[in-house]
């Protein structure tokens, strides 16, 4: 990053608290501007209040799943970055539920769990405009 610029604005969605809480501290450390939000429907006003930059979601919550947070960002503020994350449920494998998070607009996909690096890497190349 560069260190004259404003911090890019990462709104973190997952609704496990630890998982939400690790990213947040990480992506902090790396110097982003972090806030989270354990589901769509938090993370929508959250958004209101301060533009994210980077909408990173997990896909599997309540209230307001991740690809309805990614439809309705995607619609509503299209100007926002998206990285969509999952290791799946029971019954369906992370992939599909990824694969379809890019068909609807994600512009990266990252199946838990994940290594730090990877993460990372991949908030780097969405903010610059290299989409998957």
């Known amino acids: ?14 609704d ?31 958004h209101l209040r301060r533009r994210a930059d980077v909408l990173i979601t ?5 209230e307001k799943d991740g690809i309805e947070t990614i439809a309705h960002f995607r619609a509503e503020f299209p100007g926002v970055k998206i990285i969509a994350m999952s290791g799946g449920g029971t019954r369906v494998r992370g992939e599909r539920y990824l694969s379809t998070a890019a068909e609807i ?23 610059n405009g290299d989409a998957r």
């Open 58 to 62: 997990d896909l599997l919550m309540p």
């Open 105 to 127: 607009g994600a512009d990266a996909v990252l199946k838990k769990p994940f290594e730090i690096a990877a993460l990372l890497e991949t908030l780097r190349r969405v903010a």
């Open 1 to 14: 990053m560069d260190p004259v610029a404003r911090p890019l604005h990462v709104l973190v969605v997952d």
């Open 16 to 46: 496990n608290d630890d998982m939400a809480a690790s990213m947040e501290l990480l992506l902090r450390r790396e110097g982003y501007s972090v806030d989270s939000a354990p589901n769509g429907a938090v993370a929508l006003g959250r």
